[in-house]
Every structure is written in C-alpha cells, then in structure tokens.
C-alpha cells in the first residue's frame, strides 16, 4: 500500500507506488488512520513498471511486481529498519544490504 496524508490524517492506499497522483476512495476510516483505493490515476509513478506476471494484482502472491526488483529490495529494507527502529524504538547497527536472489523469478519464499 502506498501512504499518503490528507489533512494530516495517514491513509494508506492499495496499489500506489510512491509518486503515484490519485483520486482515492476511503474504504475503511480508524482514529489514527484510513485506508482507501484508487479511483483514478492522474500520473503514474516513475518507478513502476509492466509485471512479468499475467495474474499479478489477482492471486496476491507477488504485490510488489510492479515495481523493479532493486526497488522493491530499497523499499523492504526500509519497511524493516522503520519497524524495528521507528515502530518498536529499538536502536540499530548498521544494517547490511539484503542480498539479491540470483533469479527474482520462479520461487516463493516466506518469513
């Protein structure tokens, strides 16, 4: 999901990448936070591109294809240096860079 603010209220928003301009339709409204879908994209984010898969956006197995695999390594390392430091206030080391699969294709893994 990519976050956005509106009147300083967060609200994540179902398949957006960053630098993405959208018309969202709120789907779910919380104290802290909402949550919505696009209803129109005005411009498409840079860094998005075509996935290589046909079912991509229906199974749910892969949901970031729509972006490069190097992006989508940045953008997973920072999702777990903002949970760990961020969300759970632990300091931490320096962290290495995740290590690319050899073929980002073709497998499933799960942690």
């Known amino acids: 999901m990519g976050i956005a603010r509106h009147n ?10 960053t630098g993405d301009v959208v018309d969202v339709r709120i789907t779910r409204k919380k104290s802290g936070f ?11 984010s840079s ?12 199974c749910g197995g892969c949901k970031w294809q729509n972006l490069s695999y190097a992006d989508q390594l940045a953008h997973k390392a920072r999702q777990v240096y ?3 430091h961020r969300l759970a206030k632990i300091e931490l080391p320096e962290i290495n ?9 073709e497998y499933r893994n799960k942690l």
């Open 47 to 58: 860094l998005r591109i075509e996935p290589v898969c046909t079912h991509f956006g229906v």
């Open 82 to 84: 903002d949970a760990l």
């Open 97 to 105: 860079p995740i290590k690319a699969a050899p073929a980002p294709f």
């Open 8 to 17: 300083g209220m967060v609200v994540f928003v179902e398949q957006t990448l």
């Open 34 to 44: 909402r949550q919505g879908i696009p209803v129109h994209f005005h411009q498409y």
